[in-house]
C-alpha cells in the first residue's frame, strides 16, 4: 500500500448505527486530517492531529469522534448521524500541521438514511 | 460575506493561453494560502501555496497575493486540457482553515 488509503470507500449507515471509518498513512507523516466534503458546501477541515495529539477541532459535532492511536493511523467514529451529515469524508496527512505537503486519500463516501 | 470566496465558474480557457484564477478572503490576518486542484471523482491535491509576504512561481503555475485587496490569485499558462479541473482555494487564519466553493476550469483544445 502506498501513499494515504482509507476504508470502507463506501458507507450505507442508519441514523441509530455506530460505525468507524479508517485512514492509514504510509507516507512517515506526522500530522493527519479529517475533511468533509459535501455537494453544495465547500471542503470543511474537521479535525487535525499532529504527533497523535488533537491539536484542532473545528466545531464538529460530537457525534463524530476522532481516534488517533499512532501518527499512521486516524480513525472517525461516528454515532446517531443526520441525513445532512451524508458526504464524502477525506483523509489526508502531511510531514508536519501545517498544510503545506498534504497527501488526500480516496474519500469514504457516506450515506445517512 | 463569505470568509473565502471563488466564483463558481465554469471558465473556459483555450489551450495554451493563461488562466487566471481568483479567490477574496476576509480575514485580514490571513497568513497562508493554498491552491488544490480536484479531477471530477478524485480527491484534492495541494499545487501551491504561499504565504502573506510574497508570490511563488512553480513551473507554469504562478499564485500571487494582494494583501491590501485581500485576493489571491493563481495562473496557469501555457494551459493543457489535463488542467481542466475545480480549484479549490483555502486560506489559513489564526484559527482555522477555510475553503473556496471552487472554480470549475475547462480547457478547450
Known amino acids: 500500500e502506498t501513499g494515504v488509503t482509507q476504508t470502507p470507500r463506501h458507507l450505507v449507515m442508519g441514523m441509530t448505527n455506530k460505525k468507524s471509518l479508517k485512514c492509514e498513512q504510509h507516507?512517515?507523516?506526522?500530522?493527519m486530517y479529517w475533511y468533509k466534503q459535501s455537494a453544495k458546501k465547500p471542503l470543511e477541515l474537521m479535525f487535525v492531529y499532529s504527533l497523535e495529539e488533537r491539536v484542532e477541532n473545528n466545531s464538529v459535532p460530537s457525534r463524530f469522534s476522532p481516534e488517533c492511536p499512532n501518527s499512521s493511523h486516524l480513525f472517525l467514529h461516528l454515532h446517531t448521524l443526520q441525513p445532512e451529515d451524508s458526504a464524502l469524508y477525506l483523509c489526508?496527512?502531511?510531514?508536519?500541521?501545517?498544510?503545506?505537503?498534504?497527501?488526500f486519500g480516496p474519500g469514504t463516501r457516506l450515506l445517512v438514511l | 460575506q463569505k470568509e473565502v470566496e471563488q466564483n463558481s465558474g465554469p471558465l473556459s480557457v483555450p489551450e495554451g493561453a493563461i488562466a487566471s484564477l481568483n479567490c477574496t478572503y476576509s480575514?485580514?490576518?490571513?497568513?497562508?494560502f493554498f491552491w488544490y486542484r480536484q479531477y471530477s471523482g478524485k480527491s484534492p491535491e495541494l499545487i501551491m501555496f504561499?504565504?502573506?509576504?510574497g508570490d511563488k512561481e512553480d513551473g507554469r503555475f504562478t499564485a500571487q497575493l494582494n494583501k491590501a485587496s485581500q485576493y489571491v490569485s493563481l495562473l496557469i499558462r501555457d494551459s493543457q486540457p489535463s488542467d481542466s479541473a475545480t480549484y479549490l482555494c483555502?486560506?489559513?487564519?489564526?484559527?482555522?482553515?477555510?475553503f473556496g466553493q471552487g472554480t470549475r476550469l475547462t480547457i478547450n483544445p
Open positions: 483555502a486560506v489559513r487564519g489564526a484559527q482555522k482553515l477555510v
Open positions: 507516507l512517515g507523516h506526522n500530522a
Open positions: 480575514d485580514r490576518g490571513s497568513q497562508s
Open positions: 489526508a496527512s502531511s510531514q508536519d500541521p501545517d498544510f503545506r505537503t498534504q497527501y
Open positions: 504561499i504565504y502573506s509576504n
